[in-house]
């Protein structure tokens, strides 16, 4: 499940966008570039950069009994459709949708859209992603492999001259965590680690 990525770096949005601003020599071209991959490493899929908050508020709660697991594992499995959105700076927003199929034998495959939206800007991307996931107490883990595929003009443009690819951006495997804040058979509520968002799932 997307935020199946892994960064190779932690620039957030702002610092990207403070970096930019900094360096006046910068074109406009490559000050917007620097805001995308900015505003694309801060997003849910970021929570491949685990927090060790998160982990240790996940620990704190009341531990899960081995029938309780059992319940849960099976109120995993299955399809799910999903959807996350977060405002970035500079007026834009980052989100993304997918549906996400958790198999009984800890197998899972992703398909979904990534898009970010600027003001004079709009990139989709679709996104693809496949592994093994594991529920350890609250916590969902999934070691993934992900891919991004430009899907409209202004996105196949910017990975044609070399000024932004996802695929460029961040690892093909990842290992990430969320926080599990809900689940049951019919809804799935996860929490990335910093930047905290919220992907909300429901069952088509």
Not at 89 to 117: V, W
Request: contains cysteine.
């Amino acid at each position: 499940m997307p935020p199946f990525v892994r960064s190779l770096r932690s620039t957030t949005t702002a610092e990207a966008i403070s970096v930019a601003l900094d360096q006046t020599t910068t074109s406009q071209q490559q000050w917007r570039s620097r805001i995308i991959a900015g505003a694309f490493l801060s997003v849910l899929w970021l929570g491949s950069l685990y927090s060790t908050e998160a982990n240790a508020q996940a620990e704190r709660r009341r531990p899960i009994t081995p029938t309780e697991q059992a319940t849960r594992q099976h109120n995993l499995e299955g399809h799910w459709q999903c959807h996350q959105s977060r405002a970035i700076p500079d007026g834009g927003r980052l989100s993304t949708r997918f549906n996400t199929h958790y198999r009984e034998n800890h197998q899972y495959q992703t398909r979904g859209t990534l898009t970010i939206a600027l003001p004079q800007q709009r990139l989709t991307y679709d996104i693809s992603a496949h592994g093994r996931w594991a529920l350890q107490g609250h916590e969902l883990q999934e070691d993934a492999q992900q891919h991004f595929e430009p899907s409209n003009p202004a996105a196949r443009q910017l990975a044609q001259n070399g000024q932004f690819d996802p695929n460029r951006e961040q690892a093909s495997s990842s290992f990430n965590r969320y926080d599990v804040i809900r689940l049951d058979a019919e809804t799935l509520v996860l929490r990335t680690p910093k930047p905290h968002s919220m992907i909300q799932c429901r069952r088509p």
